[in-house]
């Protein structure tokens, strides 16, 4: 998500004249897009404006004046503390609220006042106030809903993007045929909890995911459509067929877990058992055989106990995910956990997290290997680090290298899979 906002954010910056900068030192305008999920990420933000503000006073001693920006999530949770500890940070926006850019940069220009904030949970939708998307590539990124409802309480999403919203199935498909004209082979419609969309239709009827996905299966020259990130308890029936009938939806499903652990999940305030997410599984796997799983895990949630977490390795026993996310558990500040008893120390959090990790990588290196040999299609998104390299992803969104010019770039390739590494594949295109 916070890639797509980056997108739209470049997109909007361009409509004003502005072009993307060589360095960071050459730049006039510098935004951080910022993610509060995990402290980790949240205090990267401060180290990052830190370095940013040297920049700013060396630009300043040759006479250039240089505008710095923060938006996304730290600022919707860190609201003023942003600007008490960065007070040379010019403005701050969150998430719901990009799209005022323009007007902020035009007030900026003026006179440099106080640092302009904006971290209000406007009514407006920032999509009706966006230049049109624009393709990425072969790989687009479509946000088709935001916010989210349930409330785990581990959770940062629904106090830093709001209460769920869903985007108008004609906004979206108007979208996706753009980004299709433009080149796009490959289209991931993105939500916090994208599987719970409810966006209306012309008539104003609520129309659900499985019903965009059979009508964005219609575009043309669309070849391959994904959808992230989804809730397991929100899995209907009319999903799981599409899995079955639409060709072009990818045979890989991120569905994340977190804890293989019934008390846990019940602490979570998941609205899942593990059981039920099995059911969930075995019944994805009846549509479509091929499907790989991925998953997300936390680890040393409070109260988890030696069993809680040997419950989790038990789940990843038996799915057998082909790739997974997998964190220690982050106290964050106004959640319900950060004030639960038995918080986890952090030397067991690392030994659980490390003892997963080995697991969930173990499966992965197998799923991997076993492609070797393979003929697998590929969608090169990017150059590679050596000259006359590509990188793209198969449909299992698998990494994959191999030798090739800058004409199959943005294109579908058929390669054959020769090496696989725990995080990559090399191969070489069919018949070469
Ligand atoms: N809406 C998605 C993803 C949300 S955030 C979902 O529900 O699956 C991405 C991942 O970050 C979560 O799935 C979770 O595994 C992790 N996460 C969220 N809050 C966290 C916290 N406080 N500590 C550690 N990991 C966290
Ligand atoms: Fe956060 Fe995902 Fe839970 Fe929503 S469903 S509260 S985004 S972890």
């Not at 005022?100 to 302009?116: C, D, H």
């Not at 020259?221 to 397991?232: C, D, E, F, K």
């Not at 197998?366 to 198969?394: C, D, M, W, Y």
């Amino acid at each position: 998500m916070n890639v797509y906002d980056s997108h739209r954010i470049a997109s909007i910056l361009r409509h004003l004249g502005f072009s993307e900068a060589s360095s960071l030192k050459n730049a006039d305008l510098i935004i951080l897009n910022t993610c509060h999920i995990r402290e980790k990420a949240a205090e990267k933000v401060f180290s990052d404006l830190g370095r940013i503000e040297l920049i700013k006073q060396e630009r300043a001693q040759e006479g250039l004046s240089t505008i710095i920006g923060v938006v996304g999530c730290v600022v919707q949770a860190e609201d003023e503390q942003i600007v008490k500890r960065a007070p040379y940070v010019d403005f701050a926006l969150g998430p719901l609220t990009y799209h005022r850019l323009p007007e902020i940069l035009a007030q900026i220009g003026r006179k440099r006042q106080e640092p302009l904030i904006d971290t209000e949970f406007p009514a407006e939708s920032k999509f009706d106030y966006l230049p049109q998307n624009t393709s990425s590539g072969g790989c687009s990124y479509l946000a088709i809903q935001e916010g989210c409802n349930n409330f785990c309480t581990y959770c940062v999403v629904p106090y830093t993007r709001g209460i769920e919203t869903s985007r108008p199935v004609e906004d979206v498909l108007k979208e996706a045929k753009t980004l299709v004209s433009e080149g796009t082979l490959e289209i991931n419609l993105l939500g916090q909890n994208v599987n719970s969309y409810h966006g209306t239709d012309a008539s104003g009827r609520e129309r659900s995911l499985a019903y965009l996905l059979n009508k964005i299966n219609e575009i043309e020259g669309l070849q391959r459509i994904r959808y992230t990130t989804s809730y397991p308890a929100d899995i209907t029936e009319e999903l799981i067929d599409c899995h079955k009938n639409i060709k072009k939806l990818m045979p890989y499903l991120h569905l994340p877990i977190q804890s293989g652990s019934d008390k846990v999940l019940k602490a979570m305030n998941r609205r899942h058992t593990s059981g039920q997410y099995l059911e969930i599984i075995a019944k994805l796997r009846e549509a479509n055989p091929l499907l790989g799983f991925s998953s997300d895990f936390i680890v040393g949630f409070p109260g988890e106990t030696d069993a809680d977490f040997e419950a989790t390795l038990d789940i990843v026993n038996k799915v057998k995910f082909i790739q997974a996310f997998s964190f220690k558990y982050s106290r964050r500040a106004g959640t319900p956990a950060a004030l639960m008893p038995n918080q986890i120390e952090e030397k067991v959090k690392k030994q659980r997290l490390d003892i997963l990790q080995d697991l969930l990588f173990s499966y992965q290196l197998n799923f991997n290997k076993e492609t070797v040999g393979k003929i697998v299609p590929v969608l090169f998104e990017s150059k590679g680090r050596h000259a006359g390299q590509l990188v793209g992803r198969t449909p299992y969104m698998q990494n994959l290298h191999a030798e090739l010019g800058k004409e199959f770039l943005n294109k579908i390739v058929n390669i054959k899979v020769t090496e696989a590494t725990t995080n990559s594949l090399s191969g070489q295109q069919e018949g070469k």
